[in-house]
């Protein structure tokens, strides 16, 4: 049995999360059961487009990750699966019976998805539409996570191939938000807050590998106001009080203070929007 990756906004409060880790139980028997996190804020996608795309490439490469934060739950919204192969050199997963390594994403169609396609260097992902498949289980219209969701990831843990639950889609078919594919220009780059961690830590939609064309000079709000960054790869090299602009553990750019929180510094919150600012070119 292929282990099983859970991402809800179910919180730890309610029994929600434990019945569709229970229904697991019962339908994959012997497969693992893993958590990503169950605390992503209610509704919000892109929160759980981080925590999804900075968490899978740290699971077992064969693991099947069931993601549902799904504010369009009973709507027309569709049910997609991405199936992301464990290397270039790997078969087609179409090929039949036993197919590639890899792992395999569940989710609404509502850009979950968007930051894990979007990764530099990904090739080979096939997306498809599980409508079919999701339509065969009597589902409460409010829970598809507990009546929907886990029955499909218990086939694809027993080892049936998603390539046989749906229609093959284009990626370009999929919900694609902005800030999924953040893109620099001669001035900056426009970044979104996805996801505010204890600290104060605030991660933004720019992948932590960006070379920006100049140092760094600042940030301008989305209310207008800028405010200087230092570029520092670490939380000591800033200098106390300063906010810095870091690649952070996480795959993504991070905005930090030392030992304080850079949210409460620049009064943003998940969701804020914000330029990162270029040096003048001469």
């Known amino acids: 049995m292929r282990p099983v990756a859970l991402l809800t906004d179910f919180g730890l409060t309610d029994p929600y999360a434990g019945q569709m880790r229970a229904a697991l139980s019962r339908l994959a028997p012997g497969a693992a059961v893993l958590d990503i996190s169950h605390m992503v804020e209610p509704f919000a996608v892109d929160q759980a487009a981080l925590f999804l795309a900075a968490s899978a490439p740290h699971y077992p490469a064969d693991a099947v990750f069931v993601c549902v934060v799904d504010p369009g739950v009973g709507s027309s919204r569709r049910i997609v699966g991405a199936h992301i192969p464990g290397g270039a050199h790997l078969p087609d997963p179409d090929e039949g019976p036993g197919g ?5 994403f ?3 169609d ?7 396609l979007a990764r530099p260097g990904l090739s080979g992902a096939r997306i498809y539409d599980l409508g ?5 289980y009597a589902a409460s219209a409010t829970f598809h996570g507990r009546d929907v969701f886990a029955p499909l990831a218990a086939r694809l843990s027993a080892g049936e191939l998603m390539a046989g639950m749906g229609r093959r889609l284009s990626p370009a078919e999929l919900i694609r938000p902005d800030w999924a594919e953040a893109r620099p220009d001669r001035d900056g780059i426009d970044a979104r807050v996805l996801h ?7 991660l933004l939609s720019v992948r ?7 140092p760094v000079s600042g940030l301008r709000m989305s209310w207008g106001q800028r405010r200087p960054v230092l570029q520092a790869r670490s939380y000591a090299e800033l200098p106390a009080g300063a906010v810095g602009l870091l690649p952070g553990s996480q795959g993504f750019l991070e905005l930090a ?3 304080a929180s850079a949210a409460e510094a620049l009064g943003l919150r998940r ?10 070119g001469a």
């Open 100 to 104: 590639p390594a890899g792992q395999d």
């Open 271 to 280: 969701g804020d929007c914000l330029r990162v600012l270029w040096e003048r």
């Open 106 to 108: 569940l989710a609404p």
């Open 257 to 259: 203070v030392n030992q």
């Open 110 to 116: 509502n850009g979950l998805l968007g930051l894990v």
């Open 132 to 136: 079919p498949a999701a339509g065969a």
């Open 196 to 202: 505010v961690d204890r600290y104060g830590n605030c």
């Open 208 to 214: 932590a590998g960006l070379k920006p064309p100049r």
